[in-house]
Structure formats: C-alpha cells, structure tokens
C-alpha cells in the first residue's frame, strides 16, 4: 500500500531554509488562497527500499499535509463563514483534502494555493500522518 509522503523532525527547518532561499519568488495568495509548503516524499520505504517514480510522484500529487505559509487578504474573512475565526495560521501544518488546490513548484520545492475552507484540521505533530489508500 502507497502512503503520503511524511514530514521529519528535521522538515520544519527545511522549510524555513527554503523560505529564505526562494526570498521574492514566493507568490503572494490573493482573496481567499492560502499559499502552502508540500513536504518532500521519501525516498525509500523504512525498510530501506527505493520507490519507483511513479511511487514518488503519487505521493506528491496526493498530499494531504502541508505547511501554511501565507493568506490571501480575505481568509477567513466572511464572519457568515467563519463564525469563530480563521481555521489555521502561518506556521501551522494543517489537513487538507487529497488533490486539492493549485500545484507550483519554485526551485525545486513544491507547493499549493488552496482555498480557506479546504483546511480541515490543523495538526500537531504531522510527523507520520499518512494518507490511507
């Protein structure tokens, strides 16, 4: 069975080096998108195996975690919507659904603009969550 790629202890750091690295080339989400981080799938299984491509690639596409980065000027701005305030904020990894939003990738690292109400947890320790096929 296929799995998500998951996120290390060391992700978070990356991140930020990545962030620093990309500087005036991350785009800006406008309205309601919120722009996010996709963790980098491993390459191997624990076992030590090496996944194929198509394998790699699968688990890319189908992410379900993420790293927020950055909001449009209006999420989670329709109080009618969001009656108790925005789900997450930068810094947070959230849950969102598989094959959602919009895929970029800049400089190697791969992210998504996806829509405010697609976030549907935010999540503590994303460390080996994985989506089930």
């Known amino acids: 069975m296929a799995q998500a790629a998951v996120i290390e202890d060391r992700d978070e750091e990356d991140y930020r080096e990545i962030l620093k690295s990309i500087g005036d080339k991350m785009p800006d989400p406008k ?3 919120i722009l ?3 963790p980098q799938a491993e390459e191997s ?3 030590g195996i090496y996944k194929p491509e198509e394998v790699l690639q699968y688990e890319k596409v189908g992410s379900i975690i993420g790293l927020v980065l950055k909001m449009g000027d209006l999420a989670y701005r329709d109080e009618k919507k969001f009656p ?3 789900w997450c904020e930068p810094g947070d990894y ?3 659904r598989t094959y959602s939003g919009t895929r ?3 400089r190697g690292q791969e992210f998504r603009m996806i829509n405010d109400d697609t976030v549907e ?3 503590s320790d994303p460390r080996g969550v994985v989506k089930v096929v």
């Open 31 to 33: 309205g309601w998108k």
């Open 36 to 38: 996010i981080a996709l």
């Open 45 to 47: 299984t624990e076992g």
């Open 84 to 86: 108790t305030g925005p």
């Open 94 to 96: 959230i849950l969102m």
């Open 104 to 106: 970029i990738s800049v």
């Open 121 to 123: 947890a935010v999540v």
